[in-house]
């Protein structure tokens, strides 16, 4: 090429940047941030909260008991209709079949059934588990029920690895002492001598005779008041302002919180009516409120309308109640003399028709009596049930399956006006105790909630939150682990993933602000929301990005003066950029889809494609 040619093609070049503008710049959108509070309401930190329920894996896969039916009740396998990969789960491990065991009936130390080994002469009988993980090093607690009737009946604990050669190897054991004739605790410490993801408890027996075993139980040494150490610590970090317990086991599932306290080898294991399993009963409301204290969380519970409106008094009595009250004796000799000082109180699940309206009042004065300072939430909200009670409400609390933000925010104008035309009713709020993009979302469909579509979702839910701070106070997304998919943690025996989910629940409770403030002029594609400090000195935008290309925002912050620039953004995005809604954390890649720190130089912040942004501004700024 000439060099007059050359000088043509810059000068058309020059001339092209110059009326189109350089790349990203020209077409950068820009959005003006308000200084004025949208209203005078305030966000919360209880908008990004979590729910708990007895759902098949959700709480085995927090708590820290290794050993699945460790009462021998049996195992319920889930049903098909709310299947994610079909491959079984925690909660689908049962004892290894082998000739040397069998179920006893005749005299079990809890609940219907035992087991009981015999035990010949130069044949031991044994009993095993698969499916364990251990890690070196790291100590272990056994503990079981125990009787035998042979005088040289002797019982041994391990841990052990299959070899791919196919030998056996020892990671632990422990010899425990002589089984007495009657039922007996016993309990040793195993130390791992080798880290598997595929070892096998057994208990074993030798002498001539027969062994009975019962609650057999293995915890890891480190745990966190019986939950996992991993879990805690990931949900710690996440900062769910409030947790609710509760769900489908509580109204229609029959669950009675006072077969669920004192010593957890004494409770029984109950059968699960609504999600098809047997629950072992190893938590229950103390377990709850230790987990809400270990990660600071605020604890929510939800009382059965169908145990009646007693029981919820001596529930709230039980977590709040001093020493010398009834329940709250009954708590101390369970092992905690300090009330629990749970704030709130939700009658009923999912419940809204006549019967539970007249209801309602009969909870509120019980709820009332046993805890002046209790703040009591409704289940569904109608006139009618304002009308019986609205006096005693704090919160009416609607549940929100559905990725269409326009409905939620229908529903939320609806119960203001209600809540406004009622008298004595304009102070009561909104709780969201239960919301997600679906609730009806089963089989391999059910994948959809670990996407990185699903976190986008919820995060233009929670920007939905956060314009309506004025009346919504609490919002808990369902659900916190596993649950065939939805849980924004995943576990395994093994250990724990943080889905695309957590990272935007983490996100949004890391940068909230309490003062909503107006943003205009969002560009299509991208949902906007806004807080600031209480003082003006900080302003956080939350930016998603639904399109599948990049946005580049400027930022008109002129409102706050010269004072605020952007300084920094955290975004949650998928780091390999390649722009598919349906991408997934997996074991193999844990944090693919994580929350990247981002410098901003100037006024502008470009987007990445599918992405949640949250992008601070304070005094100075980077440029």
């Known amino acids: 090429m000439t060099p007059s040619g050359i000088s043509f093609i810059v000068t058309l070049c020059v001339v092209v940047f110059a009326l189109c503008g350089v790349p990203g710049k020209a ?17 919360t930190t209880r908008l990004a909260g979590g729910f708990i329920e007895l759902l098949d894996d959700l709480v085995p896969g927090m708590w820290a008991e290794m050993l699945n039916d460790r009462s021998f009740e049996g195992v319920t396998p889930r049903s098909s209709w709310c299947y994610y990969t079909g491959a079984p789960n925690v909660c689908d491990r049962e004892w290894d079949p082998n000739e040397t065991w069998t179920y006893d009936t005749a005299n079990p130390s809890n609940g219907t059934r035992c087991v009981k080994l015999t035990v010949r002469k130069n044949a031991a009988g044994r009993i095993t588990q698969s499916g364990l993980a251990m890690r070196d090093g790291t100590t272990y ?20 690895a299959l070899l791919p050669n196919g030998k056996w190897m020892v990671l632990a054991s422990a010899k425990l002492p002589k089984p007495a004739r009657e039922w007996t605790k016993l309990a040793c410490k195993l130390i791992a001598a ?5 070892a096998v408890f057994e208990l074993a027996a030798t002498g001539t005779g027969r062994l009975w075993a019962d609650k057999l139980s293995l915890m890891p040494a480190d745990n966190v008041k019986g939950w996992r150490r991993d879990v805690v610590r990931a949900v710690k970090e996440a900062h769910p302002g409030v947790i609710r317990w509760g769900g489908s086991v509580v109204d229609p599932g029959g669950y009675r919180w006072k077969d669920g306290i004192g010593d957890r ?9 609504v999600w098809g399993r047997i629950d072992p009963n190893d938590v229950g409301i ?20 169908a145990d009646g409106a007693q029981s919820a008094r001596d529930l709230v009595e039980y977590c709040n109640g001093g020493a010398d009250a009834e329940w709250g004796k009954r708590r101390v000799a369970n092992g905690r003399r300090r009330p629990y000082g749970v704030r709130y109180f939700q009658i009923g699940n999912e419940l809204g028709n006549a019967k539970y309206v007249s209801a309602a009042l009969d909870f509120c004065k019980a ?21 019986q009670a609205g006096s005693y409400l704090g919160y009416v609390c609607p549940h929100h399956y559905t990725p269409d ?45 670990l996407t990185l579509d699903c976190a986008l979702a919820n995060a233009r839910y929670l920007n939905l939150l956060l314009r309506r701070s004025d009346v919504v106070e609490i919002a808990c997304r369902s659900n916190m682990t596993n649950s065939l998919g939805s849980g924004m943690i995943q576990t395994t025996p093994a250990g724990l993933l943080k889905t695309p989910c957590y990272h935007v629940m983490k996100l949004y409770a890391d ?26 000195r900080s302003v956080c935008i939350f930016a998603v990005n639904t399109k599948t290309e990049p946005v580049e925002l400027s930022l008109d912050l002129s409102a706050y003066g010269s004072r605020l620039k952007p300084t920094a953004a955290e975004i949650v995005r998928d780091t390999l950029d390649l722009r598919q809604k349906d991408i997934m954390n997996h074991w193999a890649a844990p944090d693919r889809v994580r929350t990247v720190k981002v410098a901003i130089s100037g006024d502008t912040i470009t987007l990445p494609a599918l992405s949640a942004a949250a992008i601070e501004c304070g005094a100075g700024g980077s440029d």
């Open 27 to 43: 077409d950068a959108a820009t959005v003006r941030i308000s200084a004025q509070p949208m209203h005078a309401g305030r966000i």
């Open 141 to 160: 607690l056994f503990s079981g029920y125990l009787r035998g009737d042979g005088a040289d009946v002797r019982a041994t604990v391990a841990l052990k």
């Open 194 to 198: 080798g880290t598997t993801d595929r």
């Open 265 to 273: 080898d004494r409770r029984t294991p109950f059968p699960n009516k």
């Open 286 to 305: 103390d377990e709850f409120c230790r987990f809400c204290e270990a990660v600071g969380a605020q604890p929510l519970i939800c009382v059965s309308v």
């Open 367 to 387: 709820i009332k009596a046993a805890d002046p300072n209790a703040v009591i939430m409704s289940s569904y909200p109608s006139q009618e049930l304002l009308d």
């Open 405 to 449: 933000l326009a409905a939620c925010d229908a529903n939320f104008n609806q119960l203001s006006e209600m809540l406004r035309s009622t008298p004595g009713c304009q102070n009561i709020k909104i709780g969201v105790t239960e919301w997600n993009i679906s609730g009806g979302l089963w089989g391999l469909d059910r994948g959809r909630f």
């Open 511 to 536: 940068h909230t602000k309490p003062v909503a403030v107006a943003v205009e002029r969002a560009p299509e594609g991208v949902d906007l929301a806004a807080c600031a400090s209480e003082d003006g």
